[in-house]
């Protein structure tokens, strides 16, 4: 049985592409417009097709391997809701999304699976993004569902919602349905992080990971136009602290067995994740290497569709397409 193709446009650090690896697809093409992005996806997955450009400039017609595909698929930047749309920095997101929606007249996959903000599936201010998409393909002969996952849902240690859109050409999209969860109870942060937490020898790491006992809160990559790496806005960062964790930035490397850890004495005290822990936390497999330095490889963390998450609504899109699950394709 052969596995199903897909074209992956704003790519990043492959988390989108990996899950649906994962589900059984094999991709003819990626692109991405970020370079370390682009060797990322090159240094874990040296056969796939990675093209480095811009979404707004590719044409399907200079790459005819992007015809005939099963799935579209767009882990796009968030767009901003209609109340910050008047914002000169806010139309490059929604140009973006234009641009995925118009993508499918040219290449015409069977289905097409779009990741934003999780508003974007039900809220009122995100309705002409709706309206948009449904006027450019439902005549085409895509049926929509529009809903939203949470990672935690499906094993990844970390609360985060995403919107989803799957369109499917109308004589297979009665079969769609939107994934279940995969697990009963969520995975924690303490679990998750408490091996690598361990590995120079700190030796208050498992007193840390027992009370690390919950899901993180969401992983925010930023923009390129922000200073350095740190765990998010106000809140998350509050929300960490409570795990014992300084979420005002992120560290170069796990503690070293002389670490005092005792957050009653400030933030200095506090344990500090590293990229390849947030990488973790974002349900990359530890092998997953990400290119640059530890910003730009946070950024490409942050902005990530988790794997797991990609790999169950890939799965969902194959039951709908097949009738049965794909093959997946060799890694």
């Known amino acids: 049985m052969r596995p199903l ?8 650090a492959g988390g989108l592409a990996l899950g ?18 682009v060797t990322t996806l090159r240094t874990n997955r040296p056969h796939w097709n990675v093209l480095h450009t811009d979404l707004l400039d590719f044409d399907p017609a200079e790459h005819p391997v992007s015809y005939d595909v099963d ?34 007249h040219a290449i015409r996959p069977r289905a097409v699976l779009i990741e934003n903000v999780p508003g974007l599936a039900h ?3 995100y309705q002409r993004f709706r309206d948009f998409a449904r006027a450019e393909l ?18 990844v240690p970390q609360n985060r919602k995403q919107g989803v859109l799957i369109a499917i050409e109308r004589n297979r999209a009665q079969e769609f349905r939107p994934p279940s969860p995969t697990v009963q109870e969520p995975t924690t942060v303490g679990a998750t992080l408490g091996p690598s937490m361990a590995a120079r020898g700190w030796r208050d790491a498992a007193g840390w990971a027992a009370q690390a006992d919950e899901p993180a809160p969401t992983l925010v990559g930023g923009s390129k136009n922000r200073g350095g790496a740190d765990l998010g806005p106000t809140g998350a960062k509050r929300k960490w602290a ?20 005792d957050p009653a004495l400030g933030m200095d005290n506090m344990v500090k994740i590293t990229a390849d822990q947030a990488a973790l936390l974002q349900g990359f497999p530890a092998s997953w290497e990400i290119a640059g ?22 799965r969902a899109v194959v039951e709908a397409l097949e009738g049965h699950p794909a093959v997946p394709a060799a890694g």
């Not at 193709?5 to 990043?12: A, P, Q, Y």
């Not at 882990?75 to 809701?81: A, E, I, N, Y």
């Not at 439902?138 to 939203?148: D, N």
């Not at 530890?294 to 988790?306: D, E, F, L, N, V």
Request: hydrophobic residues 45%.
């Open 5 to 12: 193709t897909f074209v992956d446009v704003c790519s990043g």
């Open 20 to 37: 649906l690896e994962q589900a059984g697809f094999a991709p003819r093409l990626l692109l991405d417009d970020d370079e370390l992005a």
């Open 71 to 104: 799935l579209l698929s767009a882990g796009l930047p968030r767009v901003k809701s209609s109340a910050t749309v008047g914002r000169t920095d806010s139309r490059a997101e929604e140009r973006l999304l234009e641009a995925a929606v118009l993508l499918v």
């Open 123 to 125: 809220q009122g201010e």
């Open 138 to 155: 439902a005549h085409l002969g895509y049926e929509f569902s529009w809903f939203v996952v949470n990672a935690v849902d499906f094993g």
């Open 242 to 261: 409570t795990m014992g964790v300084n979420g005002h930035t992120v560290a170069d490397d796990v503690p070293g067995p002389d670490f005092v850890w």
């Open 293 to 314: 330095r530890k910003t730009a490889r946070y950024r490409q963390i942050g902005h990530a569709t988790p794997p797991p998450v990609a790999q169950a609504l890939g």
